[in-house]
């Protein structure tokens, strides 16, 4: 398999054991961000245990059945999995969590990103009365979208487009020429060398820079020899795999994605879904949805019938 390369394939499946369930998708997410580094073949060596998604089927750098957003029926209930990209598959009961009566399936896809979402507003602690958060993809527009429930925030790109996005969520918008500076709070989620530099530059003194962005494969080079040491600033990054300290002690990996879920009944988070397409074009639309021009968040539709 050479990067850029996908194709779907049958897999047998055995009749699901005492504890098991057999889900039939309806619906699933494609995170451009994960994915389209694991669809180039950017997974460096180093991290090929620790990227493994939840029922990942073979090796990095592939070919790999790879995804982690996946909402469907069991017994005719909806339920959301973090599982690749498949139209049935059996997983253990413990692995679906029931969605809420009022998120629509479709928009449950978003689920595993406003995870991410919310565990960087755990992991920012103590708030100030103003953040920032530099990229307006799913995650970054989620997180700043859940700060703004809280403190000011500013949500900042490159693209103009993107103010739309602001707007239907609820926080301002900003180019990066027009941004705030002296901020105590920024997240980076841009996966830039750019943006991680604007983020050093704007943060106030002894400011934090939260790091979002998995670069995967590249190395960034940053200006920590100029103002970053005098202005006592914190670089840190935070990842979902792990529950933010303050809230591992009282909550699970479980009862972290049902809260997630809960937001999800807004439906100011249909903004976020500017892509859909049918499971038997997923092949072909992912060389589209890993470009930089792609859409934020790409929603596959099953066949229910399959």
Known sequence: MRPG???????ALAEPSPGEVL?????????????????RGGVPESEHARMRCPFQLGDFPGPVKYGYASVGEVEGRPVFCLHPHQDRYVVPRSAVVPLPPEVPPHRAVLAANCETALNAVWDAGELPERAMVIGAGVVGSLT?????KQVRVQLVDVEARRAEVAQALGVAFALPADAWTDVPLIVHASATRAGLVQALDAAAFEGTVLELSWFGAREVSLPLGGAFHSRRLTLR????????????AMVSHRERLKAALRYLADPACEVLLDSHGAFADLPNDLARLASAAGPLCHVVHYDKET
């Open 23 to 39: 889900v039939h998708a309806t619906h699933s997410g494609v995170s451009r961000g994960t994915e389209a580094l694991v669809y």
């Open 144 to 148: 700043a979208w859940l700060l703004g």
């Open 5 to 11: 390369e996908a194709w779907l394939a049958h897999e």
């Open 237 to 248: 990054a935070s990842q979902v795999g792990s529950v933010a300290p303050r809230q591992r």
